[in-house]
């Protein structure tokens, strides 16, 4: 069985589904298996701390926007097929855009006692799906999981520098090249921020992969960039450089100059 079925047989374990033959087999596969039995674990934890979150009871129209939202999501990652459709997304998105009903109810609420107590309540939640999330970035065992967790990422209008730092050191050091494309993706959409352009341009320079150099070549390009054209004229006259890298760096180079 291979690490995608097995990962989803058991959160339909976890969940009480399947059929009796399956449920046996995922049996059988943590009584014998360690690895599968360490895979159980860290899925039934993510999953009984996600299920723990209280649900918010948002307005009427925060409520339809709420909804629509994530709809707008589930149709956009179909259309990519980037994304491994879990459970577990699910409930990240949901996080996602709880985090954003919680600031904008935020604002809507007074200084009386009663609505301090809601917002402390609130604050509560916010900081319990932000953890969720973070473990699901910071997740080494599955590949889908913390792509799940950069789909999540990509939706914050403004990551905090632990947020930051995690996506950086996933697209410098993570062994899956999906993985770094993702996670460079999503510091793409920060690239306004005078921190994360640095971590980008500092990491054309350690980059191995040529999927990896090409992609981050075409969004230092699309930033305007010009800083890296001495970077990429280097990169020209590497030996080690693939040809496809080469040729993307001196279309760069035309490009900035």
Same mark, same amino acid.
């Given at each position: 069985? *291979? %690490?995608?079925?097995?990962?989803?047989?058991?959160?339909?374990?976890?969940?009480?589904?399947?059929?009796?033959?399956?449920?046996?087999?995922?049996?059988s596969?943590?009584?014998?298996?360690?690895t /599968?039995y360490?895979?159980?674990?860290?899925?039934r934890?993510?999953?009984?701390?996600?299920?723990? @979150?209280?649900?918010?009871?948002p /307005?009427?129209?925060?409520?339809?926007e709420?909804?629509k939202?994530?709809?707008?999501?589930?149709? !956009?990652?179909? %259309? &990519?097929k980037?994304?491994?459709?879990?459970?577990?997304?699910?409930?990240?998105?949901?996080?996602?855009?709880?985090?954003?009903a919680?600031?904008?109810?935020?604002?809507?609420?007074?200084?009386?006692?009663?609505?301090?107590?809601?917002?402390?309540?609130?604050?509560?939640?916010?900081?319990?799906?932000?953890?969720v999330?973070?473990?699901?970035?910071?997740?080494?065992?599955?590949?889908s999981?913390?792509?799940?967790g950069?789909s999540?990422?990509y939706?914050?209008?403004?990551? *905090?520098?632990?947020i930051v730092?995690?996506?950086?050191?996933?697209?410098?050091?993570?062994?899956? /090249?999906? @993985?770094?494309?993702? !996670?460079?993706d !999503?510091?793409?959409?920060?690239?306004?921020?005078?921190?994360?352009?640095?971590?980008l341009?500092?990491?054309?320079?350690?980059?191995? *992969?040529?999927?990896?150099?090409?992609?981050?070549?075409?969004?230092?390009?699309?930033?305007?960039? &010009?800083? @890296?054209?001495?970077?990429?004229?280097?990169? &020209?006259?590497?030996?080690?450089?693939?040809?496809?890298?080469?040729?993307e760096?001196?279309?760069?180079?035309?490009?900035?100059?």
């Amino acid at each position: 069985m *291979d %690490k995608e079925t097995l990962e989803s047989r058991i959160i339909d374990y976890i969940d009480g589904k399947g059929t009796e033959q399956e449920r046996a087999v995922i049996e059988s596969e943590r009584a014998h298996n360690k690895t /599968s039995y360490a895979l159980y674990e860290q899925l039934r934890e993510v999953m009984v701390t996600m299920d723990k @979150v209280k649900p918010l009871e948002p /307005s009427g129209k925060l409520k339809i926007e709420f909804e629509k939202a994530l709809q707008e999501e589930i149709a !956009a990652q179909k %259309k &990519t097929k980037t994304i491994f459709f879990t459970p577990i997304f699910y409930r990240a998105a949901a996080a996602v855009l709880l985090v954003m009903a919680g600031v904008a109810i935020g604002n809507w609420i007074n200084n009386n006692k009663q609505q301090e107590k809601e917002l402390a309540e609130l604050k509560q939640q916010v900081d319990e799906n932000r953890r969720v999330m973070m473990a699901m970035l910071e997740n080494q065992q599955s590949a889908s999981q913390r792509m799940t967790g950069l789909s999540v990422a990509y939706q914050m209008d403004k990551p *905090d520098d632990e947020i930051v730092s995690v996506l950086v050191n996933t697209m410098n050091e993570d062994l899956n /090249s999906n @993985v770094r494309l993702a !996670a460079m993706d !999503a510091l793409g959409k920060f690239s306004n921020e005078a921190a994360v352009r640095n971590e980008l341009i500092q990491s054309l320079s350690t980059q191995k *992969d040529p999927i990896v150099q090409i992609a981050l070549i075409q969004l230092l390009v699309k930033m305007k960039e &010009t800083g @890296v054209v001495k970077q990429l004229e280097q990169m &020209t006259k590497d030996a080690s450089t693939m040809k496809a890298v080469k040729d993307e760096a001196y279309s760069g180079i035309l490009k900035l100059s």
